[in-house]
């Protein structure tokens, strides 16, 4: 699935934050190009700007240095042909789980019957048909986090942004939710094709990427660039993976 | 389990997501479909009796079975997996309906006009059930697995709970 167009491109990228004690640089030089239909994962440890990273690539903040070009323009504002699934679910409590969904559409122009059908749509893609007027406290982590990712993918961006997406769950809630995952991005059907996940473990960037990019820390910069060559299901315990996991590991140490 | 009259008793599911469920039946399937329970539990990180907690739901739910110190998936187990995302519902919609509990609460939704009843109604009936449980955990469980399975919905802004109609 990786021999689509140019997607972005981030070139040079270094950004600073100001801070009392003085300016923290926490991205250095950093470039890549992530191509259409590529599942992309950042893996570094945490300080290496991997959440500023997604941030810039959505259009919410302004590198200190360097630029962001989608589709060959420079991204100036907010990216609305991105859209972004959070750690921390991001939902408002006093919403259904539906009008959650529908909000994230009102602002890319759709008439209220057009949100109605689009979310519907989504809310049966993620599994959850059957809550649609539960509100979020009455929903486990898993089923928030399937909001969260609806909400996203109802809009049908050209890239979805994953900042930890299952980081917040119980560990097998998130096998749940990473198996579910990738029977949504393998449907040829799906609208969305380009992924750009931010993960702090390397086994789930390996059992989910194409492509991994390694980030060493303080100041984020890429240590790696690989291309994770297995079929999928990918398998923890076989030899394969277990190299790559080594390889990665060793760049980030 | 039958008691001496006729009259069945009933259990209620742990206190577990469906999710978790899903989890652990992947997790299994990518072991070779079987694992030492001891060595599932200090893998997860999870407490013991948290890790047994999920495999009783999931095995209420007859996904897995327990033989010896072990647990295993089942072919329904299997068939959930190999499902897509909506077909693994109705599977689980049907697995559902054999859970006496939930077939009871069917019952008795059915004999309530619309197929529905107020949330202090059904507290009631599961206090009159399952009078050792405590009725509203087992009111919450019913209506996340309801709404998973689509057997059950529940409106939290009119309390009522009722049997989903629109069947897929």
């Known amino acids: 699935m990786t021999s689509g167009q140019i997607l972005f491109e981030l070139e040079n990228l270094t950004h ?34 991997k959440s500023t990273i997604l941030r810039i690539i959505n259009g919410l903040l302004r590198p200190s240095e360097g630029h962001v070009l989608y ?73 928030k986090q399937r909001v969260g990712l609806a909400r996203a993918l109802a809009v049908e961006p050209e890239i979805l942004l994953m900042d930890e997406p299952f980081s917040s769950l119980d560990a097998l809630t998130s096998i749940n939710l990473r198996d579910e995952l990738l029977d949504i991005w393998a449907d040829r059907d799906f609208p969305v094709n380009t992924v750009v996940m931010v993960t702090h473990l390397i086994e789930e960037a390996i059992e989910l990427a194409d492509r991994v990019l390694v980030l060493s820390s303080k100041p984020g910069q890429i240590a790696g660039d690989l291309t994770i060559d297995l079929p999928r299901p990918r398998r923890k315990r076989d030899k394969a993976f277990s190299e790559y996991v080594d390889k990665i590991f060793s760049l980030i140490a | 389990m039958d008691k001496p009259g006729g ?15 899903l989890g652990l039946v992947e997790l299994l399937i990518s072991k070779g479909g079987r694992e030492d329970i001891y060595k599932l539990a ?35 187990g299997n068939r959930v997996s190999e499902a897509g995302i909506s077909d693994r519902k109705s599977i689980i919609h049907d697995q559902l309906m054999t859970v ?30 399952i009078p050792n449980e405590n009725a509203e955990q087992t009111f ?14 529940y409106n939290d802004d009119s309390e009522t709970f009722y049997l989903d109609l629109e069947q897929n």
């Open chain 1, 71 to 143: 589709k060959g323009k420079p991204l100036t504002s907010t990216n609305l042909e991105a859209a972004m699934v959070f750690q921390s679910f991001a939902l408002l409590p006093w919403l259904t789980v539906a009008e959650n969904i529908e909000l994230g559409l009102e602002p890319r122009g759709l008439d209220v019957a057009m949100q109605r059908k689009r979310a519907a749509m989504y809310i049966a893609k993620v599994g959850l048909e059957g809550y649609e007027e539960a509100y979020p406290r009455e929903l486990s982590g898993g089923m």
């Open chain 2, 42 to 76: 200090s893998e997860l990180q999870m407490e013991f009796g948290e890790t047994l907690a999920v495999i009783r739901a999931a095995e209420l739910l007859g996904v897995v079975h327990t033989p010896g110190g072990d647990v295993e998936v089942t072919e329904v």
């Open chain 2, 140 to 153: 919450l469980m019913l209506v996340n697995w309801g709404r998973y399975a689509e057997l059950f919905g």
């Open chain 2, 7 to 21: 009259t069945k008793t009933l259990e209620t599911l742990p206190q577990i997501g469906i999710s978790e469920i």
């Open chain 1, 16 to 49: 600073r934050f100001r801070l009392p004690q003085g300016d923290v640089t926490v991205l250095q030089d950093v470039s890549f190009k992530a191509r259409e239909g590529e599942f992309i994962a950042i893996v570094g440890p945490s300080g290496a700007g």
């Open chain 2, 100 to 129: 006496p509990l939930f077939k009871t609460l069917v019952q008795y939704l059915n004999e309530n006009e619309d197929h529905e009843a107020l949330r202090d109604e059904v507290l009631e009936k599961l206090a009159e059930l």
